[in-house]
T-cell receptor, first 112, second 113 residues
């Protein structure tokens, strides 16, 4: 499968715990995006990488959130001290410059 | 603040009918307007996209109509099929700021047999 891969698909965690999600983009894609989608809403942009450089961050990305893309390949999104409001689907997408973005299946996070 | 407003929230269409979903935006810097289809438990998948230098784009049963002066664009699904039942999102982005997508809230489409 050469699409965008996200791991895990589902994560249940207790409030206050840290969680980390991984995204493997389509191999030749230099752009990588993270979005958050809550039930009944459209995806909301969180952050964007071009190669290994994080070029844009939404104000939705509080200081409890951190994203990395070492070596411009896979990316991780970490949420520290999770809160119930963090429960959502976290989507990763990748693209080449000026082309369409392909989305992964997402990681559904439930904070209990 | 929702940068792209989408309507209706839900839509029921009979098989063979035309489904129409509308979106409006305010930011005139937007220059890329895609539509995504999402099935439950899946990530969004690109259906069709348009840039503001054209007023209409057609791909199979899907057509985007774009009105730059009104800052509106719409998706038409011709000959709607039960397999088209999904949630549809319009989006807009600015090409020189990385193409980060601003999504509408989505339209849940149900096509009845």
């Amino acid at each position: 499968d050469t699409g965008v891969s996200q791991d895990p698909r589902h994560k249940i965690t207790k409030r206050g715990q840290n969680v980390t999600f991984r995204c493997d983009p389509i191999s030749e894609h230099n752009r990588l995006y993270w979005y958050r989608q809550t039930l009944g809403q459209g995806p909301e942009f969180l952050t964007y990488f071009q190669n290994e450089a994080q070029l844009e961050k939404s104000r939705l990305l509080s200081d409890r959130f951190s994203a990395e893309r070492p070596k411009g390949s896979f990316s991780t999104l970490e949420i520290q001290r999770t809160e119930q409001g963090d429960s959502a689907m976290y989507l990763c997408a990748s693209s080449l410059a000026r082309t369409e973005a392909f989305f992964g299946q997402g990681t559904r996070l439930t904070v209990v | 603040q929702q940068q792209v407003k989408q309507s209706p929230q839900s839509l029921i269409v009979q098989k063979g009918g035309i489904s129409i979903i509308n979106c409006a935006y305010e930011n005139t810097a937007f220059d890329y307007f895609p539509w995504y289809q999402q099935f439950p438990g899946k990530g969004p998948a690109l259906l069709i996209a348009i840039r503001p230098d054209v007023s209409e784009k057609k791909e199979g049963r899907f057509t985007i109509s774009f009105n730059k002066s009104a800052k509106q664009f719409s998706l038409h699904i011709m000959d709607s099929q039960p397999g088209d039942s999904a949630t549809y999102f319009c989006a807009a982005s600015i090409s020189n700021s990385g193409y980060a997508l601003n999504f509408g809230k989505g339209t849940s489409l149900l096509v009845t047999p």
